[in-house]
C-alpha cells in the first residue's frame, strides 16, 4: 500500500492516529503543502496554557510550519534542514529526518520529521535547542525516535528521498545547503 | 462579553492575537530577505551602511532575532528602500502572493491583517493589491 494510502487512513480514524495541521487560512490562502503530526504533538501544539511563554512559543511553531502548508517560501538551510548523523563517516543523510527551525524568540524548538512524500511532510518529534546543544547524540536521539514513529505508522515502506531540494518541494524553496 | 449598550462582543482568543502577530513578523521577514536577496549587497555592506555588526545583520535576516520597526526601517534606509506599512482585510489576504496565482477562493471577512513591504521610488513592489481606505501607514524617512 502506497505511504499516503496509508497515511490518508491513520488520519480517518477516529480518534485520528494521525493529525492534519492546517493553520488559520484567511482570504486567499489554501493548503498548498501538507503537513500531519502525531497526536500528541498536534495537541501540544494546538492547547492553549496558562503561560504566555508557552503560548508565545506554539503560535510561533504554529505560524512557522503554516507557512510551509500556505506554501509560502521555505529554504534548506534555515527554514528546515537534513539532519545530520555524526554516528557514521562520512555524515550520512539517508535516514531523510529533517528538522524545521521555528523562526523568532526564545525558547527555540527544533521539530524533526520525514517527507512522506513530494509537498508532504510528517512531524513526528520536537526538542528544545538548548537540550540539542548539549551534545551531538541529542540529534541521533531525535533521528531515531523520528523513525521510530515512522516505522509505528507505516511499518516497512520507505519515506520520500531524493537528490535535490525540489524532489522533495516542488515550489517556492531556495537551495542554499551545500551538503547535498 | 457585554459592551455598555448591553450588545455582545465576541472577544477574540489570545491565540488568535499570537498567531497573527507571529504571521506578520514572518510577512516582515519575507519582504526583508527579498529585498535584502534583490538590493545586490552583501551583509558586511548592509551592516556597515546600518552602522550595526555583521553578526546583527544576519540573525535578522536568518530570523533568529525579531524584528522591531526601528530595524525594519534602518536596514530599508541602508537598502535604499522605504518602509511602507499597511492593514490588509483578512479577505484579501494571500491576494498578494507573487509565487502562485490567485486561486478562486473567496471569503467575506470584515477583518484585517497586516501587511508589510519595501518600496522604492517606483512605487510599491509586488504589492498589487487595491489599498484598503484609511488603513495604510507609511513611515517617515528615516
Known amino acids: 500500500m502506497s505511504t499516503i494510502i496509508t ?31 502525531t497526536p500528541e504533538l498536534y495537541d501540544w501544539l494546538m492547547a492553549p496554557v496558562a503561560s504566555e511563554q508557552l503560548n508565545r512559543v506554539k503560535a510561533q511553531i504554529r505560524t512557522h510550519l503554516g507557512q510551509f502548508v500556505k506554501g509560502l517560501r521555505v529554504d534548506d538551510c534555515r527554514f528546515m534542514k537534513r539532519v545530520e548523523d555524526r554516528r557514521r563517516r562520512p ?10 527551525s521555528p523562526r523568532f524568540g526564545s525558547p ?3 521539530l524533526f520529521g520525514t517527507f512522506v512524500t513530494q509537498d508532504w511532510f510528517l512531524l ?12 551531538d547524540n541529542r540529534w541521533h536521539t531525535e533521528i531515531d525516535m523520528t523513525l521510530r ?3 509505528h505508522f507505516f511499518g516497512t ?3 520520500h528521498s531524493g537528490t535535490q531540494l525540489r524532489d522533495y518541494i516542488a515550489l517556492n524553496a531556495d537551495h542554499c545547503d551545500d551538503r547535498w | 462579553m457585554i459592551d455598555g449598550n448591553n450588545q455582545t462582543i465576541d472577544v477574540i482568543p489570545d491565540a488568535v492575537f499570537w498567531d497573527d502577530y507571529y504571521e506578520s513578523l514572518h510577512i516582515a521577514h519575507n ?3 527579498d529585498t535584502f536577496d534583490k538590493s545586490g549587497l552583501n551583509q558586511d555592506e548592509l551592516a556597515s551602511r546600518c552602522g550595526v555588526s555583521k553578526s546583527y545583520v544576519s540573525k535578522r535576516l536568518n530570523g533568529e532575532e525579531n524584528l522591531t520597526i526601528k530595524t525594519l526601517a534602518r536596514f530599508g534606509t541602508g537598502m535604499s528602500h522605504r518602509l ?4 490588509q482585510p483578512y479577505s484579501e489576504v494571500g491576494q498578494t502572493n507573487f509565487y502562485y496565482p490567485t486561486p478562486l477562493h473567496v471569503t467575506t471577512s470584515a477583518a484585517y491583517t497586516m501587511s508589510i513591504t519595501y518600496s522604492t521610488s517606483a512605487g510599491l513592489e509586488k504589492n498589487t493589491s487595491p489599498k484598503p481606505a484609511n488603513t495604510s501607514i507609511e513611515l517617515e524617512k528615516v
Open chain 1, 7 to 37: 497515511l490518508v487512513a491513520h488520519e480517518g480514524t477516529n480518534p485520528p492516529r494521525l493529525r492534519r495541521f492546517v493553520p488559520r487560512l484567511l482570504g486567499h490562502e489554501k493548503e498548498r503543502r501538507k503537513m500531519t503530526l
Open chain 1, 91 to 100: 555524515s550520512d543523510f539517508s535516514h531523510e529526518v529533517w528538522s524545521i
Open chain 1, 108 to 110: 527555540q524548538h527544533r
Open chain 1, 124 to 135: 513526528c518529534t520536537k526538542q528544545s535547542r538548548d537540550r540539542l546543544d548539549e551534545h
Open chain 1, 149 to 151: 514513529v515512522w516505522k
Open chain 1, 157 to 159: 515502506c520507505r519515506q
Open chain 2, 31 to 33: 519582504a526583508l530577505r
Open chain 2, 84 to 87: 511602507v506599512i499597511m492593514y
